[in-house]
């Protein structure tokens, strides 16, 4: 286990999934998400300036953790690595895609959505996963379920949940943190409503188990 994943993990109850349309918006969402207290990133890298913006929230956040987010092929490992990512997350797991992990000594949050690939991962020593996409793989219920028999696997469940529910999903004792896009939406960052991203980034920031 890399100390930085661990610590990206354990730093607040929330990683904020990020789709960062325009370069322009990198800083002033990194400020704001700070501001409300979030300091860990997941940057997806669905747009064209996702890599850039890792650069530019870092200048601004320098003591931000910034994850590179779907990254569903080692080419995409070994960007991530060229412009500075503390971590990776894939919303599934490959071999490929842990090969290049380790080549690059670039800590990665694998995603899986069953026991089964739970207990591969455990099997080539990972002791956290990203369930994903959470609510409609089984949801809380899944994850209390699998806390049975796997209670030493830790859980970053993200796809489907909100506001009103992360605190539920906090509630199981696998779970160390939840991500989301609800703090960051597309909307928010298009109307430049960084006042609400921050609002949000605090409200999240203070979640507690429900
Ligand atoms: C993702 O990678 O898209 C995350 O799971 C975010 O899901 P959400 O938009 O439902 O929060």
């Given amino acids: 286990m890399y100390p930085v994943l661990h610590e990206a993990l354990l730093r607040g109850p929330v990683m904020p999934v990020l789709v960062i349309p325009d370069i322009s918006m990198a ?9 409300g ?16 913006a890792m650069v530019v929230m870092r200048d601004a956040v320098p ?12 080419d995409r490992i070994r960007q991530a690595n060229d412009f500075g ?7 599934g797991t ?4 842990l090969n290049a992990s380790i080549e690059h000594q670039l800590p990665i949050l694998p995603g899986f959505s069953s026991a089964s690939e739970a207990m591969a991962l455990m099997e080539l020593g990972s002791r956290y996963g990203k369930f ?12 209390h379920a699998l806390a049975g028999p796997l209670p030493d ?17 906090l509630a ?23 006042t609400e991203i921050e609002a949000r980034a605090r409200q999240a920031a203070s979640l507690k188990s429900l």
């Fill in 85 to 91: 990512a503390d971590f990776v997350v894939s919303p």
């Fill in 153 to 169: 696997f830790l859980v970053c469940p993200t796809g489907g949940i909100k506001a009103e529910t992360a605190g539920h999903y």
């Fill in 27 to 35: 800083a002033p969402l990194a400020e704001a998400l700070a501001s």
């Fill in 37 to 52: 207290g979030l300091t860990v990133f997941e940057i997806t890298l669905r747009t064209e300036c996702a890599l850039d």
């Fill in 94 to 97: 490959t071999q490929l895609l």
């Fill in 172 to 194: 199981c004792p696998n779970v160390v943190c939840v991500g989301g896009s609800w703090i960051a939406p597309i909307d928010l960052l298009t109307e430049g409503n960084y």
């Fill in 63 to 74: 003591e931000a953790l910034i994850g590179a987010g779907t990254v569903t092929n080692a």
């Fill in 132 to 143: 994903f996409p959470a609510e409609i793989s089984g949801g809380v219920n899944y994850l």
